[in-house]
């Protein structure tokens, strides 16, 4: 199975800061990845797909990179709404993945 | 816009089996793959199980090849997990969703908890 690693596990930002959050895939998944945002008590909800696509509706402050192995996400701005957790997702080939978390807190 | 609607859950002892449905309103799912995620207690996403707009096809994570099946009914528009030998590191929120085909997920439900203990 394709080993997501994503980093940091967790980020203490201020509003307005620009964060930037990395997954690493174990092995080329072209740009079959996608980043969610799950804040507690609720499904997750979709922000870049296919690597670098906004999901109608997301703020243009989300942004996302990469190809191969190496992507990221960065949120520009940091919004208070921002605050939750973020999770990649490589739908590339089973089992998919997703990577371990990211904890956005405020500082 | 689809609805989706888990039910099944509850506490089941470990070795026992337990089946989740997940019913679709607002739209026919018969075009879309579905899915299982679950999330542990105070733990990340876990991708479950996938089967094919049709239900002809089928996949599953390792933790729970042989153990759980997936399984579809166009006709009444309902997904199904059936979940057999239980064990204490399957208790989790158990959520499907659906899959686009812009390639993400797009509709999720609401989640069942699954608590495995004795």
Redesign the interface.
Known sequence: ?IQMTQSPSSLSASVGDTVTITCRASQGIAN?L?W?Q?KPGK????LI??AS?L?DGVPPRFSGSGSGTDFSLTISSLQPEDFATY?C?Q?YN????????TKVEIK | QVQLLESGGGVVQPGRSLRLSCAASGSSLSAHAMHWVRQPPGAGLEWVAVVSFDGSNTDYADSVKGRFTISRDTSNNTLYLHMNSLRSEDTAVYYCATYSSSYFFDYWGQGALVTVSS
């Open positions: 199975a079959d996608g969610y799950q499904a997750p909800k979709v797909y296919l696509n999901q999770y997702l739908d089973y089992p998919w993945t997703f990577g371990q978390g």
